[in-house]
């Protein structure tokens, strides 16, 4: 599940953006008239569930992503009394969108990039695509996404699974070419990621999004073999974690260190390759402080560059793994220098940093254990540890538990 090169990506957004401006352009020029919708239309010729998939709406924030036109933003607008936010690139596109809905109550319609428009807007309660996620590159699309729902909030679109001649998904995470056709004749190529289920699944699932249900929508023409899915997906209101492997550690690797790092971007975390999205850390080397050791294992995961300084021990994780105690020690980093990037060797990598209000799901338990050590007030379950604080833990004078004293960091 690697992603393409950065220019690459780039470059089939950028043929995406054009192609969609040419698009809005071609149907303002023809004066190409809107029909109003009654339902929402998820696959082709109108299949799918109609607006039932989605649940109450009144007075909940909504955002339609990639809304075109815009005939369904307004739609839930009107009939359902939400709060529509209806987004997209094309100013062709959102032209002929102010052109008929621009006073409509409870719809604001805006031009803006899909991923800046997620990073910089409030959480949404809903938030819906027809076919506009496929246009850009999941890898920058679903961070994004993850952190602009709120905690138990909902996420449904549809992508393209096989295409009209009968090509079907890939498994890999790259874009490739689809013919666009114009009404009137011509047509417009763009880049799609066209992927299996369960590759949208997995990557959806790297992000803290629990995939729900999925829909087959075929088209109904004789001889169009055109299929698309739509994704029932929700952000569960707490984060899981996910075990370590079951044997014991060996001897030099009973005590362990994790690292704390938040900055403006949120909290870094990486990837291991068993799947566990981790703390930096490792295992405590004969004769290291904690510091030491917290400053030798960012550098050789990360490349990122600590003194021991700067380095506060928050306290020691006490479990048990195939009977025998393991000892983690969670450690705050309060400065550093340098871009977390993947090392050669490493088993953790794909670095990023993740707001604290939208941690994803599948943290290794260890990490999962420190962090709400760290602020105990963060909804993530986890099996039990004992921690002793080395100081006053995150929070201190709100009744945080185990607080001096030795205390259970639970679920």
């Excluded at 054009?18 to 339902?39: C, F, K, N, S």
């Excluded at 590759?199 to 169009?224: C, S």
Aim: aromatic share 6%.
């Amino acid at each position: 599940m690697t992603a393409p090169d950065a220019a690459g990506t780039a470059d089939a957004e950028q043929v995406n953006a054009t192609m969609w401006h040419t698009y809005g352009a071609h149907h303002l020029d023809r004066a190409t008239p809107l029909p109003e919708v009654d339902e929402i239309a998820w696959g082709p010729a109108g299949t799918g569930p109609g607006d039932a998939v989605l649940g109450d709406l009144t007075g909940l924030r909504v955002l339609d992503l990639g809304c075109g036109p815009g005939r369904h933003a307004a739609h839930l607008a009107r009939t359902h009394h939400a709060a529509v936010d209806a987004v997209d690139l094309s100013p062709t596109q959102i032209e002929r969108a102010r052109a008929r809905y621009g006073d409509l109550t409870g719809l604001r319609l805006i031009r803006a990039d899909a991923v800046g428009h997620l990073r910089a807007s409030a959480p949404y309660d809903v938030i819906y695509s027809l076919s506009a996620v496929h246009f850009i590159d999941p890898h920058r699309l679903l961070p994004a996404l993850a952190a602009a729902l709120r905690p138990g909030g909902r996420l449904y679109f549809t992508v393209l699974h096989t295409n009209s001649s009968g090509h079907g998904p890939s498994s890999e995470v790259k874009p490739r070419p689809e013919i666009l056709r114009l009404a009137g004749g011509g047509e417009l190529t763009g880049h799609m990621w066209v992927l299996t289920t369960k590759l949208w699944t997995d990557l959806l699932a790297q992000h803290g999004l629990r995939v729900e249900e999925v829909t087959v929508l075929d088209a109904p023409e004789e001889g169009n073999q055109a299929s698309y899915r739509l994704f029932q997906v929700r952000r569960p209101v707490r984060i899981t974690s996910r075990p370590r492997t079951a044997r014991p550690p060996v001897a030099h690797a009973a005590a362990g260190v994790g690292a704390v790092l938040v900055g403006p971007r949120g909290l870094l975390l990486g990837r291991h390759r068993r799947g566990t999205l981790e703390l930096p850390g490792g295992t405590v080397e004969p004769g290291e402080s904690l510091e030491e050791t917290v400053v030798r294992e960012l550098a050789e995961e990360t490349g990122l560059h600590a003194d021991p300084a700067d380095v506060r021990p928050l306290g020691m994780l006490l479990d048990r793994v195939g009977g025998v105690v393991r000892i983690t020690f969670g450690a705050l980093v309060t400065r550093w220098s340098g871009e977390p990037a993947d090392q050669p060797g490493e088993r953790v990598g794909d670095w990023g940093w993740w707001p604290l209000d939208a941690l994803p799901s599948g943290l290794f338990e260890c990490s999962a254990q420190i962090l709400t050590a760290w602020r105990p007030e963060l909804p993530i379950d986890h099996p039990p540890a004992r921690f002793t604080p080395f100081a006053e833990p995150h929070g201190a004078g709100r009744g945080t538990a185990g607080q001096g004293s030795l205390g259970q960091v639970g679920t």
